[in-house]
């Protein structure tokens, strides 16, 4: 079982940035591919970034050249680097670690406001 804390959320104003920390618990960090998701109200819930094991990155087209993903596997930490926010950028941030076969866990989210 994999437990996922996200943290770092909250209010910023357009044009600001946020920085999301995910700790995951367990030594199998290093063995996934780890990801941030958003979902708006009455929106699904779509892909934000990815991370692979090896630090190759993919990401939605709504934030590309705005946000990064990294990951500290030392410390079981992805980080999602939020800059130059946008009012459309609120959302809920799930934090998803997959280790394929099935085996795919979500923290609880944290809540990012932008005020225009």
């Known amino acids: 079982q994999v437990q996922l804390v996200e943290s770092g959320g909250g209010l910023v104003q357009a044009g600001g940035s946020l920085r999301l920390p995910c700790a995951a618990s367990?030594?199998?960090?290093?063995?996934?591919?780890m990801g941030w998701y958003r979902q708006a109200p009455g929106s699904q819930r779509e892909l934000v970034a990815t991370?692979?094991?090896?630090?190759?990155?993919n990401y939605g087209d709504s934030v590309k050249g705005r946000f990064a993903i990294s990951r500290d596997n030392a410390k079981n930490t992805v980080y999602l680097q939020m800059n130059s926010l946008k009012p459309e950028d609120t959302a809920g941030y799930y934090c998803?670690?997959?280790?394929?076969?099935?085996?795919?866990?979500w923290g609880k989210g944290t809540l990012v406001t932008v005020s225009s």
């Open positions: 998803n670690c997959n280790l394929g076969m099935g085996r795919d866990y």
């Open positions: 991370i692979t094991i090896g630090g190759r990155t």
């Open positions: 367990g030594s199998i960090f290093r063995l996934a591919i």
